[in-house]
């Protein structure tokens, strides 16, 4: 049956007129609703979303998954769809979302204002591919009569496995840049070598003032890291960069764990494997930003600490807590984030009473590790070496925002070396193995180099929120 609804689907092939503006562009994956926390739906459903723009709304849109071909074999094609042995899925269209701007103001910190005059199309996607392989093949129609781009994707599995290690690679603070491009060159070996990586954790300031010269600049930006958007889960939290007209445009362009309702990643959250990930938009605290509204402030709150207590019940199966950001709730080297930790002194309660492991953030230019940290102090742990760390008694903060951009330059202007583990300057990204239930491990490339600096690895029982909190569980559990 679902073949023969795809046959009808492909026989109006002929329908449709060759539109140019119909050129899928800026395509991105991201893990489906089949990933968060609270998914409960008896069937496996909307496990992988699929999102591209493109010059006119182009309704005729469609995707179409396959497991990857095998090297050798016919590819897939509208005209030899008959001869294929694997069932093709379609994807759910979601929505179409127009994304317009008429001279609206665009500023970054009420500097660099450009009018922008912008109009592009999201297309978004659904997928039930829970019977497929890890790697699967993915063609994008903008329009029934053109012909597909070709793409391979990663999926990784969502149950957590003992005896398998978890990757993904971490960064942020990126644009195309004489830095930013060395990072590209290194992340193209990875692509090369088919490193099945189980995800980008995106951590914020994408292209830099991505709205000028009317959002081109962001679209060229997202057109040149397609191979690496497209190819892994791309899971994007949102930087100071981005919060132009109120995060309004990115939240058009990216839509995080099927949000398409309230168009707003704030905050959500995701599990893989033996991690539980939360995203949350820090610069909702931030004082003069221009975004600051306490009903928002207050929703987040509510959120983080409700989808923390379920993390926490839930640590068997996801015994490692992760919060991804942006801005760092502490800070080394930089005069404009000295007094971060009083502006989110509320996410530094939360983070230690809820027992987080690690928050990953960037704004800073670095790669920089931090020593557990709680109410501007160093917390207790055992360290073995230089890089080894032995059950921190709080979560330990880790920057990377050294991907690359044109603001490379260091100058400590407020420096703490007590809290920090190790630093590092030069343009690269982290990735993060996850080996078992206690203990992870950080690996930091230089892409300079397209080398490894000493890797950090931290081990830790989780028993420190257990005495720390005020949580009664039994109480949740009876909920």
Request: glycine share 6%; hydrophobic share 30%; with cysteine.
């Amino acid at each position: 049956m679902k073949a023969a609804i795809l046959l009808i689907i492909l026989y109006l092939v002929g329908l449709a007129s060759t539109n140019d503006n119909c050129y899928p562009e800026t395509v991105y994956m991201t893990l489906g609703e089949y990933y968060s926390p609270d998914y409960s739906e008896a069937s496996c459903t909307n496990t992988l979303q699929i999102s591209f723009s493109t010059v006119d709304q182009c309704s005729d849109s469609y995707v179409i998954v396959l497991p990857e071909i095998i090297e050798g074999e016919e590819p897939f094609h509208t005209n030899n769809f008959l001869r294929q042995t694997a069932q093709p899925v379609l994807g759910k269209k979601q929505s179409v979302v127009e994304q317009s701007w008429n001279g609206e103001k665009f500023c970054h910190n009420g500097k660099n204002c450009e009018k922008v005059y912008y109009k592009k199309f999201v297309h978004y996607f659904t997928f039930d591919l829970c019977s497929f392989q890890k790697r699967f093949t993915y063609k994008i129609y903008g329009n029934i009569d053109e012909s597909p781009r070709v793409f391979t994707g990663i999926l990784p599995q969502r149950e957590a496995q003992s005896d398998k290690i978890q990757e993904f690679l971490a960064f942020g603070d990126h644009e195309i840049s004489v830095p930013g491009n060395y990072t590209i060159s290194s992340l193209s070996k990875l692509i090369q070598e088919k490193k099945e990586y189980d995800g980008i954790l995106f951590l914020g300031d994408y292209a830099y003032e991505f709205y000028n010269n009317n959002a081109t600049k962001g679209d060229i930006y997202m057109n040149s890291m397609e191979p690496f958007y497209s190819y892994w889960p791309y899971m994007f939290s949102p930087g100071n960069h981005e919060d132009c007209q109120n995060f309004a445009f990115v939240d058009q362009k990216f839509h995080m764990m099927n949000n398409i309702s309230q168009q707003n990643n704030n905050v959500f959250s995701f599990n893989v494997g033996k991690v539980h990930f939360l995203s949350v938009n820090l610069h909702y605290f931030n004082n003069g930003t221009g975004v600051v509204d306490p009903q928002i402030q207050e929703s987040m709150l509510k959120s983080v600490e409700q989808d923390l207590i379920s993390a926490n019940l839930n640590r068997k199966n996801q015994p490692w807590i992760f919060i991804l950001g942006h801005k760092p709730i502490y800070c080394v080297g930089r005069s404009d984030c000295y007094d971060y930790y009083v502006q989110y002194q509320q996410f530094d309660r939360l983070f230690y009473k809820y027992g987080v492991d690690i928050f990953l953030a960037a704004h800073q230019h670095e790669t920089t590790k931090y020593y557990p940290m709680y109410q501007n102090d160093t917390m207790p742990y055992q360290q073995i070496k230089q890089n080894i760390i032995l059950n921190p008694k709080s979560y330990m903060q880790i920057l990377q925002g050294n991907a690359g951009c044109d603001d490379m330059n260091h100058t400590d202007v407020y420096y703490n070396a007590t809290w920090v583990l190790s630093r590092s300057f030069d343009p690269g990204f982290g990735t993060l193995q996850v080996i078992n239930d206690n203990l992870i491990q950080f690996l930091n490339y230089d892409s300079y180099t397209n080398s490894s600096l000493e890797p950090t690895m931290i081990y830790s029982d989780h028993s420190y929120h257990i005495k720390n909190n005020t949580i009664d569980y039994e109480l949740y559990n009876k909920i």
